[in-house]
């Protein structure tokens, strides 16, 4: 690459300075800049002109450059927005940025700064909450996102039972599936049971079918990714239990306020993700996993990731925190890790616990209700609406449900365009992912969406449909 003769120094590029280039290949003992890239392939090197804009000088000016390409993007702030499907538009109390943002607990990477400064405390907080909404006693530092909490769970129940073979249900999120096959595939089994028709639910006979003496997992969900809730919990994990293989619950935390948690049916891990806890939605970040069991020792020295302990001081006056039994990550014992330990998300750990402590247990119990009780109003109120159904399943419902378009003559995707026109986002597509339930969307309600929100969508579809009538 040629600099132009003329073109101006960038300010961010100490190199693009004439007289600092020359200092630098002075000291190096170069002639000529492409003396330092020599070892480059010739193929590889472009010799043309890059045709860039020019350099931008002032602050003022690169703030306004990067501020007018941020604002052709339309955000949920902009728009009102039905999407969920594992992100979700919650409210974020202010003292959660606030908190999170305290220069000694905030870091862009993994949560650790390598002291403490009352970090490991903040964490042991976040465990010890989290454990109380489970009705669990262990409860695992975050994981990248609730997907690896998943795989890693599924991989523990291969170790704990010696078994290869995962039944995983037909309707979990399918990036979830993506991400098991991937972590598991070479060393596991991977079924998938179907589901009852009419309720969505898991189909007992196909499970029963296919659990066998090497199963080593049973996995479903509840609330399930279809928004549907999971109603023979304890029968699938007693079919689990009679082929000693382990029992594993996907849980939306959020739900566990007005929900029993799933170890109440006797779940043996329960994992899931903490973005509803006080954490934005962010453009593929601000996701958490969580993995929780019983204090079982078998179950415990499987833990791939951190686990944070207390203990006294070694002069009995006081408690200290830290990461308990360390040789079991890949972080204490590298290659004789259970897993490799990859990217942790700790400061969302700090900004759940926050959450929580701010909650309460009557503040979960009343978002909960709200919840529930707002999903249900726009269950019946868009079923109103001549040609769209919202009863594909016919079973109780928390936060998201289905809604199928096959009445209306349009699909999802025409749907959704229309829809931008009225500044609503519409519900995810599942037209792709579960073909055989036609053209659906499953929109997403959260306390975020209010009585006014749902008339709007209802009045926008309605006149969607009306239209296309119009022109059949």
Known sequence: ??????????????????????EMLETLGLEKLEDLIKVIPEALIYKGHLDIPGPLNAEADLKQHVDGILDKNISCSNYLSFLGAGCYRHYVPAVCDEINSRSEFLTAYVGDTYSDHGKFQAFFEFCSMMAELLDMD?????????????CSALRMAMRITGKRELLLPRTMNPEILSQAVDYCGKDAVIKLVNYDSETGQLDIEDLERNATDQTAAVFF??????????EKGREIINIAHKKNALSIVYTDPISLGILEPPSSYGADLVCGDIQPLGIHMHFGGGCAGFIASRDEERIINEYPTYLIGLAETKNGRGFGWGRALNWRTSHGSREKGKEYMGTAAGLWAITAAVYLALMGPQGMKEIGETIISRTYYAKEFLASIGGINTTSFKSLSFKEFPVNFDSTGLSVKEINTRLLEYEIFGGKDLSSEFPELGQTALYCITEMITETDIKKLAEALKSIVTRNRGKA
């Open 1 to 22: 690459m040629e600099i132009k003769p003329g073109s101006k120094s960038h300010p961010y590029m100490p190199t693009s300075v004439p007289a600092t280039r020359d």
């Open 138 to 150: 262990v409860v695992s530092y975050p994981t990248f996102d609730g997907g690896q909490a998943v």
């Open 221 to 230: 969900e509840n609330p399930s990714y279809l928004g549907f809730l999971e």
